[in-house]
């Protein structure tokens, strides 16, 4: 019902959008998060949109990273710029801070 994509390999300073599909049922009207987990470390927040489209962002990416939505469309997405080394890590899609997609990988290296 969450289908993340976009990751992939990319150098530091580069940029990816990644995309999150939703099944309208858990999009609409919901707050849209991402997430990230790191090899051997917890899973973090990231980024949040309210359907509104009120944002708030982790200090670790606030001036990187753009998180948006598509209201039409069922989508959310983040923008990342200025990737570091650091922001390596899956990243994951969820909505109402309860459903889940699966991962996408983002691998920042040189």
């Known amino acids: 019902q969450l289908q993340a994509s976009g990751g992939g390999l990319v150098q530091p300073g580069g940029s990816l959008r990644l995309s999150c599909a939703a099944s309208?049922?858990?999009?609409?009207?919901?707050?849209m998060n991402w997430y990230r987990q790191a090899p051997g470390k917890q899973r973090e927040w990231v980024a949040r949109?309210?359907?509104?489209?009120?944002?708030d962002y982790a200090d670790s990416v606030k001036g990187r990273f753009t998180i948006s939505r598509d209201n039409t469309k069922n989508a959310a997405y983040l923008q990342m710029n200025s990737l570091k080394p650091e922001d390596t890590a899956v990243y994951y899609c969820?909505?109402?801070?309860?459903?889940w997609g699966q991962g996408t990988l983002v691998t920042v290296s040189s």
């Open positions: 969820n909505s109402a801070g309860i459903y």
């Open positions: 309208g049922s858990i999009f609409s009207g919901y707050t």
């Open positions: 949109i309210t359907s509104s489209g009120t944002t």
